[in-house]
């Protein structure tokens, strides 16, 4: 044991929890600037340190092993600690940093992501100020192209022209509808539900164009040979306005599992059983290809060393069908 404690080092740590975070080799390579032999290699060296497999491999990408969730605990309070340390004994003091930070996120990342990161940060530095500016994913992408802003964290995108995107935490859209829902047509065929053509026989909700939500739910649909209506049957521009027209029964949403966590707990949403129809994503930091600085570039390390956790779904939740 003391044997192996001595070669668990910082940088095998780092790209651990790198490749546990975001599921991936490849994606992991991308964040640490390094080539996909060497964060395998690295995994490799940390599974032989230990002697136990950390990781399940599948085409999808990597799963951690019972052993592998373990140690990602507590590779978190181990990096927890080091920042503590870092600024314990810093001569420069943590908290005399003065500035503005300022952020652009879309809807769902500011809502239901950013909060979840912010107070760690100011309470290491409470002497910064900072701004988040709210738009959809194309409105918080054009403000970083247009250096009105230098960070954002955006959903839906792999990619956009001239900036650089860094997949953060990951995330899943799924089909929910209110569970004081008394229409007894809808009810009917909601309980009929068995593919994701099904869905487009109901009432759903959309976000507006430029959203991340909706680009990736209507790429899931084309992905499954189907085309959502020209007309759709409501449109609302917040994910708050969405959630609460599911609620109150006018139809079908998708919504983030980030965003309803409330909703689920309290038995006021459910979620959709449709077999086949997964639509998961990331949350991207997107910013200049030319790099960060200063203020910027303390919150994104910051941001990567404590990712914040989407909380387990409640029991209910899991287990819904579509018969209530």
Not at 106 to 129: A, C, D, E, I, K
Not at 137 to 166: F, I, N, Y
Not at 203 to 216: F, K
Request: net charge positive.
């Amino acid at each position: 044991m003391y044997t192996a404690r001595l070669k668990i080092d910082a940088n095998l740590l780092s790209v651990f929890i790198a490749v546990a975070e975001v599921g991936r080799i490849s994606e992991a390579s991308k964040q640490l600037h390094l080539s996909q032999p060497a964060v395998t290699a690295q995994i490799r060296k940390l599974e032989q340190n230990l002697s136990t497999p950390l990781f399940v491999r599948s085409v999808r990408g990597v799963s951690l092993t019972a052993a592998g969730s373990k140690l990602l605990d507590y590779a978190h309070q181990m990096r927890r600690l080091m920042d503590e340390a870092m600024v314990a004994v810093s001569s420069r003091d943590a908290s005399s940093l003065v500035g503005t930070l300022a952020i652009a996120a879309s809807t769902t990342t500011s809502g239901h992501v950013l909060p979840r990161l912010l107070p760690s940060f100011r309470q290491l530095y409470p002497q910064v100020s900072i701004v988040v500016e709210v738009g959809n994913t194309d409105a918080a992408l054009e403000m970083v192209r247009k250096g009105s802003v230098p960070l954002g964290l955006v959903e839906g995108h792999r990619r956009a022209a001239g900036l650089h995107l860094e997949p953060y935490v990951k995330d899943e859209i799924v089909p929910v509808i209110g569970t004081a829902l008394t229409d007894r047509a809808l009810l009917a065929k909601v309980e009929k539900i068995r593919t994701a053509k099904d869905l487009l026989g109901l009432p759903l909700i959309w976000r507006e164009p430029g959203s991340g939500t909706r680009a990736v739910v209507e790429a899931a649909f084309n992905k499954a040979g189907l085309k959502r209506p020209a007309a759709p049957d409501l449109v609302l521009g917040t994910t708050q306005a969405i959630r609460t027209a599911a609620v109150y029964g006018l139809g079908v949403a998708f919504l983030s599992r980030w965003c309803m966590q409330s909703e689920l707990a309290l038995d006021k949403l459910r979620v959709l059983n449709v077999p086949g129809f997964t639509i998961e994503r990331s949350f991207y930091w997107v910013m200049p290809s030319g790099g960060l600085g200063g203020i910027t570039e303390q919150f994104l390390e910051h941001a990567r060393r404590f990712p914040p956790q989407l909380l387990p779904a409640p029991l209910n939740a899991r287990a819904a069908s579509n018969r209530g």
